[in-house]
């Protein structure tokens, strides 16, 4: 049972270098999110996608982009890498519907994390 | 907006001593609210929710809408505690309003 899948676990990028990483959940859930993990700063949200075919901004989307490929995998895109990403990033998901009807989010399954250095 | 608030980014505590790890949050409405935790080189993994209303490792959480706070405690607390945990907030009710919020995150350390 894979859970969170996350490519790759190291990457080190120059500045202005390009990439995208990958996220695929086998759990069959509705949610995805892509977090940046800091020093201080704990978790903050990037990107959201509440089914397939939606994405929204979280806290801190300048500089990326996502793509909700289909129902199992939700990839995070770099265009232009700048020292300030340089972080660890996770992937999640879960299952989120209306609590009252059919009982709230259920608990979030995590990535094993990318850390990202951009030089 | 929805917002999470972990006061301390440290607490120290003695093993067998009392632990309490502070969460305010900031919501419209009565939202969810979970403690996750991570472990040294292990991933996030979810500790308790309100909903649940249960005990996990010996850590409770009781929501106080009031005081709107999601307070963690653990009446005696042991070295494998030590850990960073992780309030965090979701709405109850469609599309973006779902997404997770988390606070900044306690480090726990349980001395022995």
């Known amino acids: 049972n894979a859970g969170v899948t996350q490519t790759p676990k190291f990457q080190v990028l120059k500045t202005g270098q390009s990439m995208t990483l990958q996220c695929a959940q086998d759990m069959n859930h509705n949610s995805m999110y892509w977090y940046r993990q800091d020093p201080g700063m704990g978790l903050r949200l990037i990107y959201y996608s509440a089914s397939e075919g939606t994405t929204d901004k979280g806290e801190v989307p300048n500089g990326y982009n996502v793509s909700r490929l289909n129902k199992r995998e939700f990839s995070l895109r770099l265009e232009s890498a700048a020292p300030s990403q340089t972080s660890v990033y996770f992937c999640?998901?879960?299952?989120?519907?209306?609590?009252?009807?059919?009982?709230?989010?259920?608990?979030?399954?995590f990535g094993q994390g990318t850390r990202l250095t951009v030089v | 907006a929805q917002r999470v608030t972990q006061p301390e980014k440290l607490l120290s505590v003695f093993k067998g001593a009392p632990v309490e790890l502070k969460c305010n949050y900031s919501y419209s409405g009565s939202p969810e609210l979970f403690w996750y935790v991570q472990y040294s080189r292990q991933r996030l993994q979810l500790l308790l929710r309100?909903?649940s209303r249960e005990s996990i490792k010996g850590f409770t959480a009781d929501l106080n809408k009031g005081e709107t706070s999601f307070h963690l405690k653990k009446p005696f607390a042991q070295e494998e505690d030590s850990a960073m945990y992780y309030c965090?907030?979701?709405?109850?009710?469609?599309?973006?309003?779902?997404?997770?919020?988390f606070g900044k995150g306690t480090l726990l350390t349980v001395n022995p």
């Open positions: 309100h909903i």
């Open positions: 999640a998901s879960n299952w989120s519907w209306d609590r009252d009807v059919w009982g709230g989010n259920t608990e979030a399954f």
């Open positions: 965090a907030l979701s709405g109850v009710r469609g599309g973006s309003n779902y997404k997770l919020t």
